[in-house]
């Protein structure tokens, strides 16, 4: 019950819109989960049984108010599941337990489920459970929302869902370490590394082709511009030891020119982010997501009067 995998939807009331923004999150979000752990990247020592993120996530996400311990007791309780009649029973348990909302939600699906061999009951109790933690993932969004417009509060609302999972996918990541948090962290591996390349190059020709507005000599040269600029390459602790590599004076320099000639004045607030040494890079990083957000959610939200889950 506490397997497969979840589904990740942005705010919408229009089914076109919808659509639309599941694919951008999900482009953005592919990057994320690449740094997930991974059978064969684990850290050396006794073989241990996987936990599923997805578990994980559920556990935190409905158990976060009433501490660690909380969650430390739901993940628990999952791990002693096993796939017989007592081991579904079980499971059950453990939804009614700490999943009160997925369980309130899902209580006929999860009648249904009688036995872990019907993968097709399974899955709708899956399907319920993501259903169900996205749907109150975004209405807190949007509550939490600022905006009085309606293409305000869905971008606010995407970039607050986006947020929420890229910090679902680092607390996964920081539940899945050794003890005490030491040894080898997970690592993506080359293919991981390669599609977060892939992605973050698509990132880039969005914002290229977005600023360029359908000019494709523009955007050619836009892309071509912070290709050169990434080539200047990062700085810092390299292989075996902490922490992130940082951009290079010289990548920071090349990055923000490429800003200021290509992407201005529709990024122009970022740009001078970019130029101030003293922002915070987070703030920057998401005001040119917010920038991309923003433009697609007026494209998409035409004829949309509410903003809801």
Known sequence: MGSGKTPFTTITSSIRNFLTMKLLVLLLVAGLATAMPRKGNRPNGPKQEKEDPSTIIRCMAENWQNGESQIKACRDCFKAVDETDEGLTKAK???????????????????????FEDEEKGMAVIECFDATLEKANNQRCLQESGSTDVAGKLTDGSMCVMDSWK???????????????????????????????????LITKAHCNLASEGD???????????????????QGKGKGGRGKKEMSPEMVSAMTSCSEQHLNPKYTKC????????????????????????NLVIKCSDGVSEATP
């Not at 912070?226 to 990062?234: D, N, T």
């Not at 040494?277 to 923003?294: I, P």
Request: net charge positive.
């Open 93 to 115: 348990e453990c939804v009614s337990q700490f999943l009160k909302m997925e369980n309130e939600a899902c209580a006929t699906e999860i009648a249904a489920l009688e036995s």
């Open 167 to 201: 910090y679902g996918m680092a607390y996964v990541k920081n539940a899945t370490r050794g003890p005490g948090g030491r040894g080898k962290r997970p690592r993506a591996g080359k293919k991981g590394k390669q599609m977060k390349g892939q992605v973050m190059k």
């Open 216 to 234: 494709e000599t523009k955007s050619t040269e836009c892309l071509q511009c912070f290709s050169a600029a990434v080539k200047l390459g990062k």
């Open 271 to 294: 740009t001078t982010m970019m130029k101030d040494t003293t922002a915070d890079k987070k703030d920057t990083h998401k005001c040119y997501m917010r920038v991309l957000v923003n």
